[in-house]
């Protein structure tokens, strides 16, 4: 059965590389291209590494069983996994010193999640030394030869990125005594890997990402694949020959021959990632509107709508391809929404219809207690009143400093109040009538929000920070 491959090792005629969440290792002299699951229900287990001898595997495993959200090591070896560092979320390993020790990429002790530093890590007792090479995003250590890849993210993150913060190699001869910057492509350069005396890397400096090398110099530019669909990614090497992933494939090439192969694999798996299942409505829900009726929710991009105490939940609008915001029960007991896909408004119901009006990115919609109209802001800074009944839409009010996201209706559906950005931190509140007439009910030196009316519409209440207390200097 085919499957979706990713992170290969290779040591040998062992692969070791990630599929369904779980790490399995395949002999590649097997006849059948069956592989064995190594892994099973402790997380997410990815960027598997084989020892020299090939009798342990280490990898990284995410959102462990516990429901302890890490990113931390673990060495397979005589069948339980076996924890071995605990420096936190992002941590992954970079190959194996010797049969005991292996490198870890991490940003423990560090101040941000992109700066992640190398160390040494024994896999049998756990204990740790912090290598001195600073910032480095992979290293390859050979005798006295150590590679550092500093600034990169994987390549698809990145796509075509040219800029100033693309990534880096630099080579020590020495053993780490002194580095010089070594390859400058006009291009992401990651993943390198020393074999036969040359240096191997994956670049998308020509359009797609591919396999290339230089000589220790940096010199003698070769390219050795030629893929133009998708991009190469996460290479390893065992020194004789390189595995990387293409799409959902692994593929081997060997330098001395000059050749690339596909690993054909036969996945004995029963594909849990396309198995239905059931999702936690509160993980994701965005968005709930309610009325004396009903309750309408989005969630996942889908429109929902059920009785607060019994019945089904029915799903509105398309089922699938595409996406909902901001729910808004009408008193018909239809829903008004907005269709992400295009920005059009979109009444669901028996008989649903879409608003053929352009109001930019929609970013608030608040229906009034009549249920006759909508007021609208979007991104171009404008507050819009749309009228259901006729298809018409006027323009309120335009602001020149930021989005207007705060309004509230008259319990009479004429007026209504909404905060208005008056300049940096600067609101006032207004109020709107739907003739179109508009008045400013605050100053505008202060910063006033969250409008709403009393039930019976005698007050307006709003937040406000405005209170400014002067305080003598020392002096």
């Given at each position: ?213 230089v000589d220790l110099d940096g010199k003698d530019l070769k390219k050795h694949t030629n893929f133009t669909e998708y991009y190469c990614r996460n290479a390893s090497s ?100 907005v269709n992400s896909n295009d920005d059009k408004l979109v009444i669901l119901g028996k008989d649903s219809k879409k608003i053929d009006i352009d109001f930019g990115r ?114």
């Amino acid at each position: 059965m085919l499957g979706y491959y990713m992170f290969p090792d290779v040591r040998g005629n062992l692969l070791a590389f990630t599929s369904d969440d779980d790490i399995w290792l395949l002999n590649l002299e097997r006849k059948d291209n069956r592989p064995i699951r190594l892994t099973s229900g402790l997380g997410v287990s990815i960027r598997p590494k084989i020892s020299p001898d090939g009798k342990k595997i280490a990898f990284t495993a995410l959102w462990l069983k516990s429901g302890k959200s890490s990113s931390d090591v673990f060495v397979l070896g005589d069948g339980e996994a076996k924890r071995v560092t605990y420096f936190g979320r992002n941590s992954r390993v970079a190959g194996w010193l010797s049969e005991n020790e292996i490198l870890v990429i991490t940003d423990f002790h560090t101040p941000f999640t992109q700066w992640t530093e190398a160390y040494k890590v024994n896999v049998n007792d756990g204990s740790f030394e912090k290598l001195p090479y600073g910032i480095v995003s992979n290293i390859v250590m050979s005798n006295d030869i150590i590679i550092l890849a500093r600034g990169y993210q994987d390549l698809p993150f990145w796509k075509g990125y040219k800029g100033g913060t693309k990534g880096e190699l630099w080579i020590s001869y020495d053993g780490g005594k002194s580095f010089n910057k070594f390859v400058s492509l006009n291009g992401i350069v990651s993943w390198p890997m020393i074999v036969k005396g040359r240096v191997y890397f994956l670049s998308d400096h020509e359009g797609v990402a591919n396999l290339y090398s230089v000589d220790l110099d940096g010199k003698d530019l070769k390219k050795h694949t030629n893929f133009t669909e998708y991009y190469c990614r996460n290479a390893s090497s065992d020194g004789e020959k390189i595995v990387f992933q293409n799409a959902g494939d692994i593929y081997i090439y060997y330098p001395e021959k000059e050749s690339l192969e596909k690993v054909e694999i036969d996945l004995p798996t029963d594909r849990k990632k396309r198995q239905p299942k059931f999702v936690s409505v509160t993980e994701y829900l965005t968005e709930v509107s309610t009325n004396n009726n009903y309750v309408g929710i989005i969630s996942r991009g889908k429109v929902f709508l059920m009785k607060p105490w019994d019945g089904p939940s029915v799903q509105l609008g398309e089922k699938q391809g595409v996406k909902y915001r901001q729910i808004q029960i009408l008193p018909s007991n239809e829903v008004l929404v907005v269709n992400s896909n295009d920005d059009k408004l979109v009444i669901l119901g028996k008989d649903s219809k879409k608003i053929d009006i352009d109001f930019g990115r929609i970013e608030r919609i608040n229906v009034s207690p009549d249920g006759k109209k909508v007021l609208i802001s979007n991104n171009r800074q404008e507050l819009w009143l749309y009228e259901i009944e006729n298809n018409s839409a006027k323009l309120i009010d335009k602001s020149e400093y930021n989005i207007i996201f705060e309004m509230d209706w008259h319990p009479d559906s004429e007026w209504f109040a909404y905060s208005f950005p008056e300049g940096h931190q600067v609101r006032s509140i207004k109020l709107g009538h739907i003739s179109g007439k508009t008045i400013r009910i605050t100053t505008p030196y202060g910063y006033d929000f969250s409008p709403s009316f009393d039930p019976d519409g005698r007050y307006l209440y709003f937040l406000s920070a405005r209170h400014l207390e002067a305080t003598d200097d020392k002096a």
